[in-house]
Every structure is written in C-alpha cells, then in structure tokens.
C-alpha cells in the first residue's frame, strides 16, 4: 500500500540552509578582510600624520626661534597658526623664556593621538641659544572619522554584494537541486508495493551528476524490492502448505509431550525427595551415630579392662558418660523415626490444638535440660487455636525449647508467645537472649545438619530440618528473625481452627 504522507514534514529548505552558511563564511570573512584593511589605513594614516612632525621641524622651526629670538610677536603668532591649520595637528603649546604661553587648539580636538616636545635654538656665530620650547599634539578625530567613514563603506558593499550573491544562490539552487530532491521524496512517500514498475524520472536531462545517481539508486532498489516481494511470496505459499500439517503434528506431540513431561517432573520431584532423605539417613547413621558409639566403646573397654584399676569416681564417670551418650543416641533415633513416620503417613487427621498441653508436655520432657542450664522460660497463660498434628506439633516445640535452652544466653531467658494474622493464621513464637545469627547462617537455617555453631556437637542437625517438614506438612510456615531488643526470635505458623470447630464450655465442639 502507498503511504499516505512523509514521516517527517519539511521544516528547513535545504537551499536555505546551504546558502545562509555561505553568506555566514562570506559575512566572516569580509569582516576579517575588512578589519586588516581598516587597520593597514590606520597604520598608514598614523605614519603620515607622524611626517607632520618632520614637517614642522624643518619648515617652521627655524622661523620660530628667529621670532622669539627678535621678539616678534606678529612672526610668532603666524607662524603658530600655520601649524594649527596643518594636517591632523590638534592643538600648539609655545613657551619662551619668559615662560609666556602661546597656544592654538583645532576646534575639534578632544584626544592627542601623539605628542611631542621641540626645543627653540637660535644659533649666533655658531653658538646654540635656547629661546623657548614648542609642543605639538597630533588629533586622533579626523583619522577615527576617516576610517570609520572607509569602513562604513566597505561594509555597505560587502553586505550588499552578498545579498545579492544569496539571493542568486537560493534560486539557482532551489531550480537546479531543491525541485528535484522534492520530487524524490514524494516518489518515494507514495511508493506501492502492488505496483513497482513505474521507474523514477527528473524533469531534465541526463547529466550523469550526483542527482542522477541518487535516481538510479532508487530505481535499482525499487527493483530489488520487487524481486525480494516476488521471493517473499513464494516462500509464504509454501510455508502456508506445510504450516496446517506441521501444526497437527505439533500439536499432537505437544499434548503427548506434555503428559510424558507431568509424569517426569512427578517421579522426580519425588525420586529427589527420596533420594534427600536416603542421604539424611546415611548421613546421620554413618557421622552422628558413629562418635557416640565410639565413646560407648570405648567406655565399655574401659570397664572391662582387667589390667587397669578404676576408682569409684572414675566408674561413675564412666557410666555417667555412657548414660549421656546413650541419650544421645536415643534422640537420634527418636527423630529418624519421627522422619519416617511422617513419610509413612500420607493423611493425617489434623483437630484443633491445645497449645497449652502441648507447651507443658514439651517442658516436661525438658525439665531437666532446662534446670542443668537454669533456663527461665516465660509461657503464655492463654494460647489462640489452631489446627494441626498434636504429636508432631509437641516435637515442634521440643526441638525449638532445647535450641533456646542449649544456645540462648548464660543463663538462658526464653520467652514464649502467639500471634494471629489478619489471613486467619496463628504465629507461634519463642525468643531468647542468645546472640543474633549471620545472614549466612540464616540462609541454610532449616537445612538437614545445619547447627547453630559449627563447634559444637551437641546437636544432630535434623531438628530444625524436621520442623520445617512438619510445619509444611500442616500447611504452615517456619521462619527466624533477630529479636528488637536483642537475641533471636523461632516461629512457626499454623492455620487458625474455625469458629465451628472451638469446643465450648462442656468441651464438646460447637
């Protein structure tokens, strides 16, 4: 289709443009010839002025000092006013031995271009006698006026010649170019695509100049855009008669595509949550089961050993060891099957939770954990409810108690709470007076085997692991922020329990 207008409207006339930089480069250039004309009829003017000085030396000098010398006084003032109406003289300054002044000034004189000073000798017998002296200023009026007179001039013709050379141009220049550019753009601006066989032709002979290979440069590439539409179309038929079978065909291995791709990302999303947790269980058996087994072993052989003699205390040591270490084992244990109950069970049957029982459970399991530490730890006397898992959410709150208990501060002071947002979930926190953790610490928090302090063995590394699991299992969250007035602060977030499903006084739901 042919478009309808130019994408740019014409603002500036080429011809214009091109002729007021000429006139512009001329007009600068007559100024600078101008100006060193100027200032070599300056130079020249300043030079004969300077000649009168010569002039008046020889010519009246001589005169001057025979006057003074006769003391005649009609001489004297002749003589002065031959000087004055001289050439560029401004004003006469005679002083005689008696320092009597006698003066001439030129009406028009208000600047001394230059001056200068004669001493009067009137010579007897060839012996010099002073007489008086003579000042003479030269005026700078009549030479400013001259050569702004010449300048003026010289600028009315120059800006005359170049107007007039301007006008000339612009019109020679919109005839011979302007015209003809136009006429390309608009060939242009109406090209159609439908119809490229009429060529570009300028209303004036074939001179083979830059216009006319501006004209073939069209032409030709008219005629390649003809070609390349022919190709264009041939190729848009063929692709046309193979689109419809390509897209059945795509659309039926998309759709087959798509289900053998569902099945893929569900095998392995669940071959990479089988395979993490096969790699906690090994892991687990094979660094965190493996020390307190050796100690076992090692106390035992202790024990036994005939050639060693143990004190009372000694024994008791030994055994108090082993007890520890067989906790320790124990807990390891405990939470491997804690794991494995929660992937053996696939449906769980969440109710509403007493919180307060659950709380109270977990310090019971931990009464003598927190005494060893003299922990104080501050519970709520009411809880929000919500619902969840109770066995799970009890072993929740025991591995967020014996954190608080064991990296809080000496001595710990643990402060519980609950929350409930206005998107109907219940915050369940606990804070403590231990040291704030690092932004790296925090990233990998809720990661199997990851531990408050790298130093420390005390831990197993699946606790915050398992309530991340049990947590998300419940349709929760978990999650860790530095407390405001210091120490860090664990929460975890379950769905608030429904009005309909609270019991009422009788403990029967309502």
């Not at 090692?298 to 270490?325: P, V």
């Amino acid at each position: 289709m042919p478009y309808s207008l130019p994408s740019q409207p014409l603002r500036r006339h080429l011809a214009t443009r091109v002729v007021i930089t000429m006139v512009l480069a001329a007009l600068l250039l007559s100024i600078l010839l101008t100006a060193a004309l100027s200032y070599s009829v300056y130079r020249y003017e300043i030079a004969t002025a300077q000649q009168q000085f010569d002039n008046i030396e020889k010519s009246y000098l001589p005169s001057l000092a025979a006057g003074l010398w006769e003391v005649d006084i009609h001489r004297i003032n002749t003589l002065l006013d031959g000087i004055a109406r001289l050439e560029h003289v401004g004003a006469v300054n005679l002083t005689d031995e008696l320092q009597q002044q006698h003066s001439r000034q030129h009406p028009q004189f208000s600047d001394a271009l230059v001056s200068k000073h004669y001493p009067v000798h009137y010579q007897i017998d060839g012996e010099q006698h002073p007489v008086g002296t003579l000042q003479v200023q030269l005026m700078a009026d009549g030479i400013q006026q001259h050569l702004w007179r010449q300048s003026r001039d010289i600028a009315l013709v120059t800006v005359s010649a170049l107007l007039l050379s301007a006008v000339l141009m612009l019109l020679i220049f919109r005839f011979a170019v302007s015209r003809h550019l136009r006429a390309m753009a608009q060939f242009a601006s109406h090209l159609d695509l439908n119809r490229l066989e009429q060529p570009l032709q300028l209303q004036r002979p074939v001179r083979h100049d830059e216009l006319d290979q501006v004209v073939d440069a069209i032409n030709r590439l008219q005629q390649r855009i003809k070609h390349e539409l022919l190709r264009r179309n041939e190729i848009e038929q063929q692709l046309n008669n193979n689109t419809a079978q390509l897209e059945q065909q795509v659309a039926l291995r998309t759709t087959d595509l798509q289900l053998k791709n569902s099945l893929l990302q569900q095998q392995s999303a669940e071959l990479a949550k089988q395979n993490e947790e096969l790699d906690a269980y090994a892991h687990t058996v094979a660094h965190d089961l493996k020390h307190p087994l050796t100690s076992l072993i090692g106390m035992s052989r202790l024990l036994n050993a005939t050639f060693i003699e143990l004190s009372a205390e000694q024994k008791q040591a030994a055994l108090t060891t082993i007890n520890n270490t067989s906790r320790k084992m124990n807990d390891i244990i405990n939470a491997l099957l804690l794991l494995a109950s929660m992937r053996e069970q696939q449906n769980v049957a969440l109710q509403p939770l007493d919180m307060a029982l659950l709380v109270s459970n977990a310090l019971q399991r931990l009464e003598d954990f927190a005494h060893q530490h003299q922990a104080a730890i501050e519970v709520p006397d009411s809880w929000p409810t919500a619902i969840g898992y109770p066995q799970w959410i009890e072993e929740v709150w025991v591995n967020y108690l014996s954190n608080a208990i064991k990296y809080g501060g000496r001595p710990p002071v643990i402060q519980l709470g609950a929350d409930i947002t206005p998107d109907a979930m219940v915050i369940c926190w606990i804070r403590d007076n231990g040291r704030v953790l690092s932004t790296q610490q925090q990233a990998g928090l809720f990661s199997t085997f990851q531990r408050f302090s790298p130093q420390s063995a005390d831990g197993h590394g699946l606790g915050l692991s398992i309530v991340k699991r049990i947590v998300t299992r419940l349709g929760g969250e978990v999650g860790y922020r530095a407390a405001e007035d210091g120490g860090s602060l664990f929460w975890f977030s379950l769905p608030q329990a429904p009005a309909a499903a609270l019991p009422d006084q009788s403990g029967k739901s309502t």
